[in-house]
């Protein structure tokens, strides 16, 4: 790749002004750069490949190549350390100063510091991310908000995991030899580098979430990065713990070899429900028998979310892993009436993952822990987690997996337009730098923002039609995104109008759902605009 002197002079300098950027840290992801990005694009190759063998109509399958690996009854995962025994309720948020003090207090028994879904990668947020990483593990973190309100942190806090940004991302910030750095390697080598030790120290240690991992041989990539790191920063091998989201249908079919692979450094597996929903829609969506129903018919009611759902706790337990149960994406209201019903319907989200054998969930608000706390308290009792329910008599089969029936359903007018208004406000405001929002009372990131613009292009290139009688095609989709960015104006308000992203967003969703060929990510296609 060609790197002007003018880019490589302007990084260089936003580089300086972030006192984290040590020789010694450029120098160690130099290394993971060096030794680790070629195999990165020969896997990110290898995830078109399996697009395309879907595409032209394979099922999807348990690899018979790792049949052994499946059938072994002998291996479990190396043990956890003290601090990741019991994993009830796990909070989750971006790396913002603020939202890191107030998840570390918020009782939760973890924090997952997000580089990823709900982190919009500014250079700002994401060395501020780092920053505040570094104070907080140091117990050195502090805020005032604009409001006086000031922000320390409690001697008791949560365990604190970070999930780095997936594979398909690079850090356009960072170059080696003129050339991006992974941004999964820099997220990770930097906050590994200057905080491995001080962790161990205090008696925790290095701990992360894995996202949107496709195959087996992701896995074994970060293995091998792990192991690569501990030696070079002389911690013992298996001192980093990890846990990885099956969020992708084609890791689905390889929980078992994915645990395998990071059997040393491996914590457990978490159910990543939106990505999951997104990667369904992304890989078959040349199929027109694969068509989903609006949005919010899509829950983990679904038979093919019940099937992954299971199969993920069957999958840990036999190995001696943590099954983590996914976000419920409703967050409290100012509004008592309204809120009973979220709060309801988080409960029976979590209820049912607690009786489905999980040993613990996501939050994506601290008001949410209490209710949470207590599905899990009631059903697992005093033990830290539930891992002896072994799910023997569970079983499922790919077509369970992969089957498009959710039973009932529709894909509406209304639908649409709630997809083309979402995906517009999650744009701007991410081109605006803010990975997370409350839009319409529910979390949205770009985990599910990408259900949104996924589900438009399938819809849009298959020309479904409503029961109202109209046909989804480019007058009708002209028609309705220009309506839907009229409200979104009036929401927005002139001001953030004028002075905002919403124009690079609407083109940017027009552009995403029109073209012939999928964008793999809405962020690759948005990121040169931040
Ligand atoms: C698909 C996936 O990947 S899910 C995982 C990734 N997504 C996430 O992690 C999203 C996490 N959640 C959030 O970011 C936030 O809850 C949002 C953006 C959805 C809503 O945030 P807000 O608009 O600030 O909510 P609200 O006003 O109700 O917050 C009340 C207080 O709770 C705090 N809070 C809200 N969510 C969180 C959180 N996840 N972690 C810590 N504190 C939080 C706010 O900072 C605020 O604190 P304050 O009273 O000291 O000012
Ligand atoms: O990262 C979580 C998801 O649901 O996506
Ligand atoms: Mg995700």
Known sequence: METTSAQLKKSKKKNEDFSLLTDEAISFLNKLHERFNEKRFELLGRREQVYDQIKQGKDLDFPKSTEDVRNDPDWKIAPLPKDLQDR????????????????????????MADFEDSTSPTWKNITEGQQNLYDAIRKQIDFTADNGKDYKLKDKTAVLKVRPRGWHLSEKNFLVDGEPISASLFDFGLYFFHNAHELIRNGS??????????????????????????????????????????????????????????????????AGRWDYIFSFIKKFRDRPDYILPDRNQVTMQVPFMKAYANLLVKTCHKRGAHAIGGMSAFIPTKDEEQNQKIFDKVRNDKTEE???????????????????EAVF?????????????????????????????????????????????????????WLQGTGAAAIYNLMEDAATAEISR????????????????????????????????????????????ETGKLAIARDLLKNLVKSEDFEDFLTLKAYPHI
């Open 88 to 111: 009830k309720v796990e909070i989750t948020g971006p790396v913002d100063r603020k939202m890191i003090i107030n998840a570390l207090n918020s009782g939760a028994r973890v924090f």
């Open 205 to 270: 240690g290095p701990y992360f979430y894995l996202p949107k991992l496709e195959h087996r041989c992701e896995a074994r990539l970060w293995n091998e990065v792990f192991v690569f790191a501990q030696n070079e920063l002389g911690i013992p091998i298996g001192t980093i713990k990890s846990t990885v989201l099956v969020e992708t249908i084609t890791a689905a079919f390889q929980m078992e070899e994915i645990i395998y692979e990071l059997k040393d450094h491996m914590a457990g597996l978490n």
């Open 354 to 372: 607690a009786l489905a054998g999980y040993d613990g969930s996501w939050v994506a608000h601290p008001a949410l822990i209490p209710a949470v």
């Open 377 to 429: 308290d009631q059903i697992i009792g005093d033990k830290p987690h539930q891992k002896h329910i072994l799910k023997e008599d569970f079983s499922t089969t790919p077509s369970a997996l992969t089957s498009p029936n959710v039973m009932y359903g529709e894909v509406t007018e209304k639908g649409v337009r709630m997809n083309i208004n979402v995906a517009l406000l999650y744009i701007e405001s």
């Open 454 to 497: 996924a589900q438009l292009w399938q819809w849009y290139h298959h020309q479904v039609s409503f029961k109202n009688g109209k046909i989804f095609n480019r007058a009708l989709f002209c028609m309705l995104l220009e309506e839907e960015t009229a409200k979104v104006k009036e929401m927005l308000g002139q001001v953030r109008v």
